[in-house]
């Protein structure tokens, strides 16, 4: 692909930060700007797209040729091809074949009579001589519809033309023939509406080889009649001829440059003209946004270079053969696991705090004193269950004859019953322990998964170890049940014995109602039987008292709610709903009646099971108790009902002393376990496996096997750790060349506004293009260049005194005396000349200057020189309007 040589010299750049990303795996895209030709119909605009390419691809003619916009995306590659996204997979090498597809697919959408649609045209063309750029060719503007052209063709068009030249990143080739008027093209006035400061907006002049004889376009060329920021360039394309005589776009660029050399209204400005200008005043604002672009990356490489070095840290003097090494980090995972284990259990401070949940000692905290509890009080809750037994027992006892007294055999048999079911909930929370400690080890080892032998033997070994103490724990608490079965100590000072415990449940009465307002649990639940009208369902802040339970809208508990007493109410669980993860339960009455409002049960949720465990617990202490489970005993009610019906009063007062025997003797028991079982769990299984863990892990590690084998890493972390380190260097490289690319392109700054309020008031009378003396010299320059050097004199020390500063040089070459040393450069009119920087300059300045690197003196004069142009441009533009 021929012509474009400021792209050539940028693709070197833009690679480099591609392969640099690529390497990273990361995406990171410059989002080059997009490029946009904007013109009435047949001003030649394909023309100026395909030199900017450099291939011959784009259907030409006369009329409106161009009527669906082409997106035509550049994309660099090894190979030169081009593809359309409406024929996926086929690749066209020929670009005779590519023209001839954008006619076809034009016809197909629009018809063959010149007719439009704003359905666009996807061209992919690989090269490696392109940037990843977009080019949009766009129709031309036309006001008179032809063929089968809509009658509102010109809005539809300046639609069309909006929907690509509205963004930001769009880059405006305002193109206007210059056999036209300039000052009532559309082109440029398109790109006023969308672009008012005129940041993205470049003139281009074509057609300049066919104005008339005696006219040129020379002062709009240089931005002198009717201007633009950005200016003006002007170029010439092949004719309809050259296009069918294939005339090659090099021979073509050969002849536009020649066409300017010889021109005498343009030769002092050919420089400045000609296609390949244009593509380097666009190849430099590619190299401006690339330069906008780079700060924002170079922030991005550098957070994740901080983020990379903190996990590379450990990888940089890594050798994975070396045993010492190996060594070292078997003893620093050990240690670590050491102080994670302790600090998991005793929740003194860890790097890494679950937030999410209870975990480790906080967990097993409430095991203890929630869970435990709840299963304790989970085995006693059915009351006529116990007196029926209660009743048995003392006939039983009794046999044939008519008991007199109350039997002491009955209230033991009765104990020893509900002490021996104490071993399920006692057993089941050593369970729950271990299940609980196997969790903290898990997590504590993950830090070796770079070693998976090792972290698996490492469990292997803890668990071991905890399974065995979790036996000796077993059999402990089951000798602890059997010391209870042993001996009923009915001296123990809080028994209330036989004589107190007829007023046993007057006394418990007087309690219950004196503990009526004792707060127990507070927190969020949801409701979920509210009505459709009300959403269904939703959250409330619930406290839970010994008689009742109420909610509030919120926290501050000033909106209550509702009230509900605990009296006869029971719990149930409920399935969860179709769809929610809440875990559910419901408060009812087991006579039927309604519970709240209209329902019959109040359904609650809670968003984990272990706070519906813990609410739970806290219902047991308010005396709502679970539902019961057993079905069998609904065959058994009637008997029941019978045998509790038919007892003597004398029997019923037996009972109920046996009763309040048996509950005053069960909570001495049930206060003693509750107080032992955490105490003998934390002794046998969780303070040994510290002990174990500390002490003897590493010599189990060691008698193990082969710590070599047991320290190889796993093929996942060795690639995570190839990985981590190239992306650590391409990182650095990225930093590297982002360094280099900020030095080696050069950013142009912004030209200044300018007025082009012509633009907008659209000039009633259409002057000229260009007045008539291509060649010859401006009158009013010499006088206006006196006037400005006399104003801009400085005063001279020394009898220099009224003296008028030397006239500027009127044309380049001329030479202006330096200012005299130690006086500043004049701050008035026009600035001073260019500092000379040869060596042996004859001022201060100039000696300064020699002292600068060559670039800051380039920049420097190049700064001076545009204030200079600046300032003599604008003293010209009016004192050429007063001469008009």
């Given at each position: 692909?021929?012509?474009?040589?400021?792209?050539?010299?940028?693709?070197?750049?833009?690679?480099k930060?591609?392969?640099?990303?690529?390497?990273?795996?990361?995406?990171?895209?410059?989002?080059?700007p997009?490029?946009?030709?904007?013109?009435?119909?047949?001003?030649?605009?394909?023309?100026?797209?395909?030199?900017?390419?450099?291939?011959?691809?784009?259907?030409?003619?006369?009329?409106?040729?161009?009527?669906?916009?082409?997106?035509?995306?550049?994309?660099?590659?090894?190979?030169?091809?081009?593809?359309?996204?409406?024929?996926?997979?086929?690749?066209f090498?020929?670009?005779?074949?590519?023209?001839?597809?954008?006619?076809?697919?034009?016809?197909?959408?629009?018809?063959?009579?010149?007719?439009?649609?704003?359905?666009?045209?996807?061209?992919?063309?690989?090269?490696?001589?392109?940037?990843?750029?977009?080019?949009?060719?766009?129709?031309?503007?036309?006001?008179?519809?032809?063929?089968?052209?809509?009658?509102?063709?010109?809005?539809?068009?300046?639609?069309?033309?909006?929907?690509?030249?509205?963004?930001?990143?769009?880059?405006?080739?305002?193109?206007?023939p210059?056999?036209?008027?300039?000052?009532?093209?559309?082109?440029?006035?398109?790109?006023?509406?969308?672009?008012?400061?005129?940041?993205?907006?470049?003139?281009?002049?074509?057609?300049?080889?066919?104005?008339?004889?005696?006219?040129?376009?020379?002062?709009?060329?240089?931005?002198?009649?009717?201007?633009?920021?950005?200016?003006?360039?002007?170029?010439?394309?092949?004719?309809?001829?050259?296009?069918?005589?294939?005339?090659?776009?090099?021979?073509?660029?050969a002849?536009?440059?020649?066409?300017f050399?010889?021109?005498?209204?343009?030769?002092?400005?050919?420089?400045?003209?000609?296609?390949?200008?244009?593509q380097?005043?666009?190849?430099?604002?590619?190299?401006?946004?690339?330069?906008?672009?780079?700060?924002?990356?170079?922030?991005?490489?550098?957070?994740?270079?901080?983020?990379?070095?903190?996990?590379?840290?450990?990888y940089?003097?890594?050798?994975?053969?070396?045993?010492?090494?190996?060594?070292?980090a078997?003893?620093?995972?050990?240690?670590?696991?050491?102080?994670?284990?302790?600090?998991?259990?005793?929740?003194?401070?860890?790097?890494?705090?679950?937030?999410?949940?209870?975990?480790?000692?906080?967990?097993?905290?409430?095991?203890?004193?929630?869970?435990?509890?709840?299963?304790?009080?989970?085995?006693?809750?059915?009351?006529?269950?116990?007196?029926?037994?209660?009743a048995?027992?003392?006939?039983?006892?009794?046999?044939?004859?008519?008991?007199?007294?109350?039997?002491?055999?009955?209230?033991?048999?009765?104990?020893?019953?509900?002490?021996?079911?104490?071993?399920?909930?006692?057993l089941?929370?050593?369970?729950l322990?271990?299940?609980e400690?196997?969790?903290?080890?898990?997590?504590?080892?993950?830090?070796?998964?770079?070693?998976?032998r090792?972290?698996?033997?490492?469990?292997?070994?803890?668990?071991?170890?905890?399974?065995?103490?979790?036996?000796?724990?077993?059999?402990?608490?089951?000798?602890?049940?059997?010391c209870?079965?042993?001996?009923?100590?009915?001296?123990?000072?809080?028994?209330?014995?036989?004589?107190?415990?007829?007023?046993?449940?007057?006394?418990?009465?007087?309690?219950?109602?004196?503990?009526?307002?004792?707060?127990?649990?507070?927190g969020?639940?949801?409701?979920?039987?509210?009505?459709?009208?009300?959403?269904?369902?939703?959250?409330?802040?619930f406290?839970?008292?010994?008689?009742?339970?109420?909610?509030?809208?919120?926290?501050?508990?000033?909106?209550?709610?509702?009230?509900?007493?605990?009296?006869?109410?029971?719990?149930?669980?409920?399935?969860?709903?179709?769809?929610?993860?809440?875990?559910?339960?419901?408060?009812f009455?087991?006579?039927?009646?309604?519970?709240?409002?209209?329902?019959?049960?109040?359904?609650?949720?809670?968003?984990?099971?272990?706070?519906?465990?813990?609410?739970?617990?806290?219902?047991?202490?308010?005396?709502?108790?679970?539902?019961?489970?057993?079905?069998?005993?609904n065959?058994?009610?009637?008997?029941?009902?019978?045998?509790?019906?038919?007892?003597?009063?004398q029997?019923?007062?037996?009972?109920?002393?046996?009763?309040?025997?048996?509950?005053?003797?069960?909570?001495?028991?049930?206060?003693?376990?509750?107080?032992?079982?955490?105490k003998?769990?934390?002794?046998?299984?969780?303070?040994?496996?510290?002990d174990f863990?500390?002490?003897?892990?590493?010599?189990?590690?060691?008698?193990?096997?082969?710590?070599?084998?047991?320290?190889?890493?796993?093929?996942?972390?060795?690639?995570?750790r190839?990985?981590?380190?190239?992306?650590?260097?391409?990182?650095?490289?990225?930093?590297?060349?982002?360094?280099?690319?900020?030095?080696?392109?050069?950013?142009?700054?912004?030209?200044?506004?300018?007025?082009?309020?012509?633009?907008?008031?659209?000039?009633?009378?259409?002057?000229?293009?260009?007045p008539?003396?291509?060649?010859?010299?401006?009158?009013?320059?010499?006088?206006?260049q006196?006037?400005?050097?006399?104003?801009?004199?400085?005063?001279?020390?020394?009898g220099?005194?009224?003296?008028?500063?030397?006239?500027?040089?009127?044309?380049?070459?001329?030479?202006?005396?330096?200012?005299?040393?130690?006086?500043?450069?004049?701050?008035?009119?026009?600035?001073?000349?260019?500092?000379?920087?040869?060596?042996?300059?004859?001022?201060?300045?100039?000696?300064?200057?020699?002292?600068?690197?060559?670039?800051?003196?380039?920049?420097?004069?190049?700064?001076?020189?545009?204030?200079?142009?600046?300032?003599?441009?604008?003293?010209?533009?009016?004192?050429?309007?007063?001469?008009k």
């Open positions: 692909m021929a012509g474009n040589y400021g792209m050539q010299q940028l693709i070197p750049i833009v690679n930060l591609q392969d640099a990303f690529v390497q990273m795996g990361v995406h990171m895209s410059l989002d080059l997009q490029i946009a030709v904007l013109g009435s119909q047949s001003a030649g605009k394909s023309s100026v797209l395909e030199n900017f390419v450099g291939r011959d691809f784009l259907p030409r003619g006369s009329g409106i040729v161009t009527r669906r916009p082409l997106i035509l995306q550049l994309i660099n590659g090894q190979a030169e091809y081009a593809e359309f996204l409406h024929c996926k997979g086929k690749k090498v020929d670009f005779n074949e590519v023209r001839q597809e954008i006619e076809a697919e034009t016809d197909r959408i629009t018809g063959s009579n010149k007719g439009i649609s704003p359905v666009p045209i996807n061209l992919r063309v690989y090269s490696p001589n392109v940037l990843n750029l977009t080019l949009i060719d766009l129709p031309g503007l036309t006001k008179v519809p032809i063929g089968d052209q809509p009658v509102d063709i010109e809005q539809q068009i300046k639609a069309m033309i909006f929907q690509f030249i509205r963004r930001e990143s769009c880059l405006i080739l305002a193109v206007t210059a056999n036209t008027d300039l000052a009532n093209s559309d082109a440029l006035k398109l790109a006023k509406e969308v672009d008012p400061q005129g940041l993205r907006t470049i003139g281009v002049i074509t057609k300049l080889d066919l104005m008339d004889e005696g006219t040129d376009a020379r002062d709009v060329l240089e931005n002198k009649l009717l201007p633009l920021r950005r200016g003006y360039i002007g170029v010439v394309n092949r004719s309809q001829k050259d296009i069918e005589g294939r005339k090659d776009i090099s021979a073509a660029l002849a536009e440059r020649k066409f050399l010889s021109h005498p209204s343009y030769r002092h400005i050919a420089d400045r003209l000609g296609t390949p200008y244009l380097r005043v666009l190849n430099q604002q590619l190299t401006n946004h690339i330069r906008d672009t780079l700060p924002g990356l170079r922030d991005k490489l550098q957070k994740q270079l901080l983020t990379l070095e903190k996990d590379v840290d450990q940089k003097h890594f050798r994975p053969d070396d045993p010492s090494i190996k060594t070292k078997m003893l620093q995972m050990i240690q670590t696991l050491q102080t994670d284990f302790e600090r998991t259990i005793e929740g003194s401070g860890s790097a890494q705090i679950n937030t999410n949940e209870l975990s480790g000692g906080a967990k097993i905290n409430r095991l203890f004193h929630e869970r435990f509890p709840f299963e304790i009080v989970k085995m006693e809750f059915d009351e006529k269950e116990l007196r029926r037994e209660i048995f027992a003392i006939r039983n006892i009794h046999g044939i004859r008519v008991g007199l007294f109350t039997p002491d055999m009955a209230f033991e048999a009765i104990v020893k019953k509900q002490i021996a079911r104490l071993k399920e909930p006692c089941k929370c050593v369970d322990v271990v299940q400690l196997s969790n903290v080890v898990r997590v504590c080892t993950e830090r070796m998964s770079r070693y998976p090792l972290r698996e033997e490492t469990e292997r070994i803890i668990m071991s170890h905890v399974r065995s103490r979790e036996q000796q724990c077993k059999d402990q608490l089951v000798l602890l049940i059997d209870e079965l042993a001996y009923m100590n009915t001296n123990h000072e809080d028994f209330i014995g036989f004589a107190n415990a007829q007023n046993q449940s007057e006394n418990a009465t007087k309690t219950r109602s004196a503990l009526g307002n004792q707060v127990i649990r507070k969020f639940m949801c409701i979920h039987n509210l009505g459709i009208m009300k959403g269904g369902s939703r959250d409330y802040w406290v839970l008292t010994s008689e009742s339970i109420s909610w509030f809208k919120d926290e501050e508990e000033r909106e209550k709610k509702y009230m509900l007493p605990l009296d006869g109410l029971k719990l149930r669980d409920l399935e969860q709903g179709f769809m929610s993860r809440r875990h559910m339960f419901a408060l009455n087991p006579e039927g009646r309604n519970v709240y409002k209209d329902y019959k049960q109040l359904e609650l949720s809670c968003e984990n099971q272990d706070d519906v465990d813990s609410w739970k617990a806290s219902f047991l202490r308010a005396g709502v108790y679970p539902e019961k489970t057993s079905e069998a005993s065959g058994d009610e009637s008997s029941d009902n019978s045998a509790t019906s038919s007892m003597d009063p029997l019923e007062r037996q009972v109920e002393t046996i009763r309040n025997l048996v509950d005053s003797y069960m909570r001495i028991v049930t206060k003693t376990t509750r107080d032992l079982v955490p003998t769990i934390m002794m046998l299984i969780i303070n040994n496996a510290k863990i500390n002490g003897e892990l590493l010599a189990h590690l060691y008698a193990s096997g082969d710590q070599s084998q047991m320290m190889e890493e796993s093929p996942e972390e060795a690639q995570k190839e990985e981590m380190l190239r992306m650590y260097h391409a990182c650095k490289e990225a930093l590297h060349i982002i360094g280099d690319v900020s030095m080696a392109t050069v950013s142009t700054p912004v030209p200044p506004p300018v007025k082009n309020d012509w633009l907008e008031s659209r000039l009633d009378s259409n002057p000229r293009l260009s008539p003396s291509p060649g010859g010299p401006r009158r009013a320059a010499p006088a206006q006196a006037s400005l050097g006399q104003r801009g004199a400085p005063p001279v020390p020394g220099g005194a009224g003296r008028p500063a030397p006239p500027l040089p009127s044309r380049p070459g001329g030479a202006a005396p330096p200012p005299p040393a130690g006086r500043p450069n004049p701050a008035q009119g026009l600035p001073a000349p260019l500092i000379p920087t040869r060596p042996g300059g004859g001022s201060a300045a100039a000696a300064a200057m020699n002292q600068l690197p060559p670039h800051m003196r380039q920049q420097i004069n190049q700064a001076v020189g545009q204030a200079v142009t600046n300032a003599a441009m604008n003293e010209l533009s009016s004192a050429f309007a007063r001469f």
